[in-house]
């Protein structure tokens, strides 16, 4: 894979609480957010809104709370922070304005297929409670299972296999109700293989610009890398491993470092090399988990978390990276066609300090490789993006994780940690 994001590191962010990327809302449209820069030692000026490129409210210093205003229908908006020394930078929001009140449910799909815990996100709103929306909770079975204030829901939910029969409710402040029905099927669980920042056997490539050809061993092309086993600060279970990735006397920008461990199949770290090839034609469903330490997000261009798939001459690849300096942005990988898909949705892990990072995704009955969510830190973005495999050798056979760091313009050193790592497949 070429993994390269050439954007100059933006040393300013712009956190948005609310409204999500591609969320359903009704108007006024509440939004939330708070801005920081290193780059401007005077701090930050203002916070502003833009809809369809046209500049709609500001307001001063370093957070915003505002209602707009927006007729229904589809809008691109941009919440962009200004510094006292000239700077600015941006997060950009996709949204829909509804003219309805009710429930508005974006995961999970009704008859949909899920695993569990399942992600429930819905907004709501209402017209006849002037007083608004007062809490949103969860049915499972008609048990109430879980109530969160306000008018917004993302909560997991711990649901049992087979059919279940889910309700999602919202309470006004006027003593009102409404509720939508969601009929899910939820999968057996799956096998976990945990501490997998532990396991013996990551192997590692240098990939450097313009062609990302694998190299190896450290140094090549002009940087280094390395990792390190058994590091117990930092460390959430006394056992993390430290990655890290250095120019070789800074002469050259923008290497990155692939870490890639074997699992199921061929060179399996996990004793498990199907040798009959009966386990990885039935895995559909993954879950890779993680808990990633960033030790200074400026210098940190991408950190890339990925699980892959190989059979019969069909190559599955779900690459997910967050771009902190590259953009604090999402992507996802499009196998086909090589090349990473934006997704709109805001990747700000924090500095100096652990990250919890979820990713779901599925392999469809005709190989093709769906995206189903990203978790960053308790908060979960829907994706279900599907992209069709790719042609590998008939000789490739096994299921790999990877993680990779990007370096960027000065090729600064850096180093990242992994703990409590795991894949969990069905």
């Known amino acids: 894979m070429i993994l390269v994001a050439f954007a100059a590191p933006a040393l300013a962010n712009v956190t948005v609480s609310s409204p999500a ?3 359903t809302v009704s108007s006024p449209v509440h939004y939330v957010a708070t801005a920081t820069t290193s780059t401007c030692s005077k701090g930050v000026a203002s916070i502003g809104v833009y809809v369809n490129n046209q500049l709609i409210v500001v307001q001063n ?4 709370n505002t209602p707009v205003s927006l007729a229904p229908g589809k809008f691109n908006t941009v919440v962009e ?6 700077g600015a930078t941006f997060t950009p929001l996709t949204i829909t304005v509804t003219n309805q009140s009710g429930i508005f449910l974006t995961s999970p799909a009704n008859n949909s297929v899920v695993s569990s815990p399942a992600n429930y996100v819905a907004t709501a709103s209402t017209s006849s409670c002037a007083k608004g929306v007062a809490s949103m909770g969860v049915y499972v079975n008609n048990k109430l299972t879980t109530v969160q204030n306000g008018a917004k829901l993302n909560a997991q939910i711990t649901l049992g296999a087979g059919a279940q ?4 409710e919202e309470w006004d402040n006027c003593g009102g109700a409404a509720y939508i029905p969601v009929n899910v099927t939820v999968q057996k669980n799956g096998a976990k293989l945990a501490n997998l920042q532990a396991s013996k056997g990551w192997n590692s490539w240098g990939q450097g610009p313009p062609n990302y050809v694998d190299c190896s061993p450290s140094p090549c092309s002009g940087f280094q890398f390395s990792h390190t086993l058994n590091i117990t600060s930092p460390s959430l279970s006394g056992n993390a491993t430290q990655f890290t990735l250095g120019g070789a006397a800074g002469t050259a920008p923008w290497g990155d470092v692939l870490f890639s461990l074997p699992l199921i199949g061929q060179y399996s770290t996990q004793n498990l090399p199907d040798a009959n090839r009966t386990l990885i034609p039935t895995l559909h469903n993954f ?10 997000a400026p ?9 892959n798939m190989y059979m019969n001459s069909v190559g599955m690849l779900w690459g997910t990276q967050c771009r902190i300096a590259g953009g604090n ?3 996802i990988w499009d196998n086909v066609n090589s090349k990473w898909v934006p997704t709109g949705i805001a990747c700000n892990p924090i500095n100096g300090g652990w990250n919890h990072v979820t990713i779901q995704a599925q392999r469809q009955p005709d190989n093709s490789v769906l995206y189903q969510s990203i978790t960053l830190n308790g908060v979960t973005a829907s994706l279900n993006k599907s992209y069709p ?3 590998v050798p008939a000789s490739w056979y096994g299921v790999t994780i990877n993680y990779q760091m990007d370096g960027n313009s000065k090729q600064s050193p850096n180093a990242t940690y992994l703990d409590n790592t795991s894949l969990t497949y069905w």
């Open 61 to 64: 210093g370093a957070s915003l």
């Open 389 to 391: 495999p790719f042609f």
């Open 81 to 86: 922070e200004w510094d006292y020394c000239g």
């Open 165 to 168: 029969n889910t309700v999602v």
């Open 21 to 23: 990327n591609a969320e």
């Open 299 to 307: 210098i940190t261009q991408v950190l890339e978390f990925d699980i």
């Open 287 to 296: 879950t890779y988990d993680a808990y990633v330490y960033v030790t200074n």
């Open 329 to 331: 942005e999402w992507d």
